[in-house]
DNA sequence: TTGAAAGCGCTACCAA
DNA sequence: TTGGTAGCGCTTTCAA
């Protein structure tokens, strides 16, 4: 069976007894038509079906009206706000948003030619772990690029990130004066760098305060994983008093299992998340966690893309947007 | 600033000493070419960072290798978990995902127009509620089309989902054979069709029982609006001994706000959910509820979108399957 | 094994 | 206000 093929321009010429290229005037809503014309353009096209086929149509503009969303390994449910927000952000500024979406960085390579091929007019990543390889990729690409909440520095790419280590300093910060003295903090290799960097500051401003940081390493990102790494700890009898989770559904993990051992939060030991996701304020939970301003984040994405659309140039710098801490009761 | 147009094969063609065509041979990997020459074309082809024209491709062979994935009004988790499978179920047979997303109904029509414009080879429709008129335009398209987990009637679309009226009936039996003698069914607008069908099981079947059910509706769909509904129930001081929620989101706000009034669950109150999203198993809530298949119905999906791609007829009629009851803590 | 040429559906230019 | 025509980058005949 064949694939019958839609309407096209010439059809529509040859019913409304016009030329081609009037039908095409038509549609792009240019001006200097007379409103007959117009009427009858329309009308039978609307009769047999037509619609403008965006391919050709891109083809000859050398701009798809396409912006790839990449998002790699995101496991995380706050980004699945993210990707519903930016989706539809990108469908506001009349643009589809080409979706890819791969497991692990090992796709990435692959994916990145995927993209080129559709000639997209921008590119979203979203979080994404990137090899060095695949920045000196990124690097060579003239479209417009801006890479969402991953710290990189590459040529050419903007990047628009939450300041992970001012935030593990505010983080260290509170629980000390809280009276928290052993603290653990516990990341992620599913995110690395981020929880790399939100490590480094929670560790060295605990350090300025005289207190040594038990680091916790999980990798798969989940409730259960958080869960699981707690009972090891408790387990292992070391001390503690105190958990600054890299992500919030570690610390909602956390808090079960806490509370599985009969240890009272935040009594006995205080918990920071991070990222404020929904469940994160239920009376359940109510915990302390970090707010990334996401939406000013995304304001800045694109802003970013639509000056580069716009075909002007704009500084791809790094823009760091500081977290909020919001004190709930686990701390 | 002018957007400088990415290398074509014409370019490698003349880099390479061959034609065109030639160029175009190695890259769509036909055979009947020279290993000499092929080695030549992807070396240069490299050298220069040509990528073949995805548009340039889809416009002659008059096929995107796009499918649309339009989610309309999508609030509830367990889409996000879909979206994300759906999306790397498309990538894995090869094609891309152009994903639609609109907050309401009305939006619809707009993005069927944009969906038809790219030409896309099939397209996914998640959870939509559907307008007459706009199931009138999907009748008429030729592209292959799925509807996943919303019962639709319209000729040539295939309808994959779950038997909520089943599941409503089993919800009533569970309660009822647990004791409870005093429902209320709470469903929401936000997925209209299928709240209804729940409805329509729980109640006919506690009406076989001789119980009467009591109906609340709640429009938005989130936590909060399951908790703002149980307060107004509780103040209404109307007489009650179990609620079955269209949605776990509502379930879980409500045994919170249950829980503020010091109506123990299920002792009091017997809670059934729905969509078994990852909270429900949480050990604060251990919500008894729905799990639907959605695996099994995803590989229905794409068998049906897989064989309709390879232009093979299937019969676009409505499958329904079953939900387990996955009973936990909260009846 | 390769090249030349037609043409996919559209936009945009030049004439009329 | 309209029509004719070239050409976007590719695939695919038909010849060589």
Redesign the interface.
Known sequence: ??????PTSKQVAEIAKVSQSTVSRVFSGMDGISEATKKRVFSTAEKI?Y??????R??IL???N?IA?VALG?QN?YY?VV??EV??RI?KMNR??????A?KEKGVDQIL??V????VDGIIVLSAEMSPAMAAEFE?I?TPMVIFNKLTHIANVKTICSDNEKAGRDAADHLFSRGYREPVFVGSSTFHITSLTREKGFVSRFEELGCKVQILQQIPYS?QAGKVIIEELIKSQTHFDSIFCAADLFA?GAI?QL??SSIRVPEDVGIIGFDNI??AS????QLTTFSQQTETMLDACFAYLDTKLE???NGSDIQLFPCELIHRKTT
Do not use: C, T
């Open positions: 069976m064949k694939k019958q093929s839609p079906g619609r403008p086929n965006a391919i050709a891109s083809l050398n701009r798809s396409l969303m995101v449910p699945n990707i519903n989706a539809s469908q589809e948003p080409l979706f890819f979406i497991e030619g995927q080129m091929q559709y000639r060579k003239k409730y909602l079960d509370r599985n929904e469940f239920w009376p359940s939970y075909g002007h140039e």
